[in-house]
C-alpha cells in the first residue's frame, strides 16, 4: 500500500534543528509495515540533506522534490487525493483544510521518534493488505 511522507515536515521530528538521518529512519519503518512510501521534499530540502543522503533515500523509494516556488504540501494533498494515500506528517494543514475536509480525519498520520530512535505512528496509520 503506498503512503506518502511529508519529509520536509519529518525532518524536524527531533526539534528545531533538521535530521537528515530521519527520512530513510521513518522510511523504513514504513517499509517494515508492508508499506510502499512516496517521499515528498520541499526544494529547500538542499539546505538539510546533502546529495549523497538524497541518492541513499532513492535507493529504496521513490523521491520527489517539489519544484522551486511549489510548496510540497500542495503536491501531498493532490496525491493524497488522487491515490487515496494517507500522508505521514505533523504538519495541521491549516491553510488547506477548506479544501480538503477529509484532511484531518482521513489522510495525516502523526508519528515520532522514540528513545533509542524507534519510530511510532498514530494509530490512524491503516495496515497494508497481506
Keep these: 500500500m503506498k503512503i506518502l511522507l ?3 515536515n519529518v525532518l524536524f521530528w527531533r526539534g528545531v534543528q533538521a535530521d537528515a538521518a530521519l527520512p530513510a529512519l521513518v522510511a523504513r519503518a ?3 509495515r508492508r508499506f510502499s512510501p512516496h517521499v515528498i521534499f520541499d526544494h529547500s530540502v538542499w539546505r538539510h540533506m546533502g546529495a549523497p543522503e ?29 491515490g487515496q494515500c494517507q500522508i505521514v506528517s505533523r504538519d495541521q494543514f491549516r ?3 477548506a479544501q480538503h475536509p477529509a484532511l484531518r480525519r482521513d489522510w495525516v498520520v502523526t508519528g515520532q521518534i522514540g528513545k533509542g530512535g524507534r519510530v511510532s505512528f498514530s494509530k490512524k496509520l491503516r495496515p497494508a493488505p497481506l
Design 6 to 8: 511529508d519529509e520536509s
Design 95 to 97: 491553510a488547506w483544510r
Design 30 to 32: 514504513l517499509i517494515a
Design 54 to 82: 538524497i541518492e541513499g533515500l532513492r535507493a529504496f523509494v521513490e523521491v520527489t522534490t517539489a519544484p522551486r516556488g511549489t510548496p510540497a504540501d500542495a503536491m501531498l494533498l493532490a496525491r493524497s487525493k488522487q
